[in-house]
């Protein structure tokens, strides 16, 4: 079954690095989404994204947070300076067409810490 | 309210029994909801969906019951196995595609 991966599994930096999270959507899905969850608390949105831009970003988003999708399979998630607060587990999510009724699946996730 | 940090509500039972989470949404005009189990360490993993004109599907062990009136919806998980054991999130759509989550429900099954 065709599933989102992401990498690395955990990725641990010092505050003010830049990290990478990377994530390999599901081959036939169009649509791309980063989430992050905070340790014990719910899982919050942060960006989606199609047709190579931004479609929809929420104020956790701000300027140090950035997305590309590089290739035709990558989708990456950059943070320029990260912060303590930045800390969490962040996932990836993909879906095969736009907006209701369209389930998104989820990759395992990026552990990062934040030193 | 919301549950912050480790003190998610949490429902215990004992295998074999019948489970019922329960989840209130805000937003009337979402008109699809999702039931995601996230178990330890692991991403949110798809159990069964429904669409706001429905009031409730069927899958395997699994029911999701929609009350658009008071805004609430619940999962069933019908002969509970430990295996279940996770946390179980409600989320429904809110503006354009992104998916709002509610604060989870840990459900604990003892053998």
């Known amino acids: 079954e065709p599933e989102v991966t992401q990498t690395p599994s955990h990725q641990v930096t010092q505050m003010g690095q830049e990290v990478i999270l990377r994530c390999v959507p599901i081959?036939?899905?169009?649509?791309f989404y980063w989430y992050r969850q905070i340790l014990g608390q719910k899982v919050e949105f942060l960006v989606s994204?199609?047709?190579?831009?931004?479609?929809?970003k929420s104020e956790i988003f701000d300027d140090q947070f950035s997305v590309e999708r590089p290739d035709g399979s990558n989708f990456t998630l950059k943070i320029r300076s990260t912060k303590l607060e930045d800390s969490a587990m962040y996932f990836c999510?993909?879906?095969?067409?736009?907006?209701?009724?369209?389930?998104?699946?989820f990759g395992p996730g990026t552990r990062l810490l934040v030193l | 309210g919301e549950s912050v940090g480790l003190h998610l509500p949490t429902l215990s039972v004992q295998e074999g029994d019948n489970s019922i989470i329960n989840c209130a949404y805000s937003?009337?005009?979402?008109?699809?909801f999702i039931w995601y189990k996230q178990e330890s360490g692991k991403g949110p993993q798809f159990i069964i969906d429904?669409?706001?004109?429905?009031d409730k599907r069927q899958g395997q062990r699994v029911t999701v019951l929609l009350n658009k009136t008071v805004k609430h919806l619940s999962l069933q998980i019908a002969a509970t196995q430990p295996g279940d054991s996770a946390v179980y999130f409600c989320?429904?759509?809110?503006?354009?595609?992104?998916?709002?989550f509610g604060t989870g429900t840990r459900l604990l099954v003892s053998p």
């Open positions: 999510a993909s879906s095969d067409r736009r907006g209701l009724q369209e389930t998104q699946y």
């Open positions: 081959s036939n899905h169009l649509y």
């Open positions: 994204f199609y047709n190579n831009e931004i479609s929809e």
């Open positions: 937003n009337s005009a979402s008109d699809y």
């Open positions: 429904i669409r706001s004109n429905m």
């Open positions: 989320a429904e759509t809110g503006d354009f595609q992104k998916l709002v």
